[in-house]
Nanobody, 115 residues
Framework: QVQLVESGGGWVQPGGSLRLSCAASGSDFSINVMGWYRQAPGQQRELVAAITSGGWKNYADSVKGRFTISRDGSKNTVYLEMNSLKPEDTAVYYC?????????WGQGAQVTVSS
């Protein structure tokens, strides 16, 4: 059973930066896809960014040029560097891992952008 543990997040003023980390445990293989989703109050959960074990990356249009996803494949750890944060980035951010038909979620990390 794969477990995802997130860290980072918090409060930041508009224009600031935050970094999220997510470490997967319980796997002795390189997870196919790891990524981040977010859910704002009253909104559906949406993809923010994803990265495959081969390094292919995908970003939501709303975060392109501001967010950077990376991973340490040997440790199944994924990071999300968030720069130039906007109030509309406020949400709970969830780590996601997908492998061979299985999907796993982290517990969520609150990110609040406000002045």
């Amino acid at each position: 059973q794969v477990q995802l543990v997130e860290s980072g997040g918090g409060w930041v003023q508009p224009g600031g930066s935050l970094r999220l980390s997510c470490a997967a445990s319980g796997s002795d293989f390189s997870i196919n896809v790891m990524g981040w989703y977010r859910q704002a109050p009253g909104q559906q959960r949406e993809l923010v960014a994803a990265i495959t074990s081969g390094g292919w990356k995908n970003y939501a249009d709303s975060v392109k040029g501001r967010f950077t996803i990376s991973r340490d494949g040997s440790k199944n750890t994924v990071y999300l560097e968030m720069n130039s944060l906007k109030p509309e980035d406020t949400a709970v951010y969830y780590c996601n891992a997908a492998h061979s038909g299985w999907v796993y979620w982290g517990q969520g990390a609150q990110v609040t952008v406000s002045s």
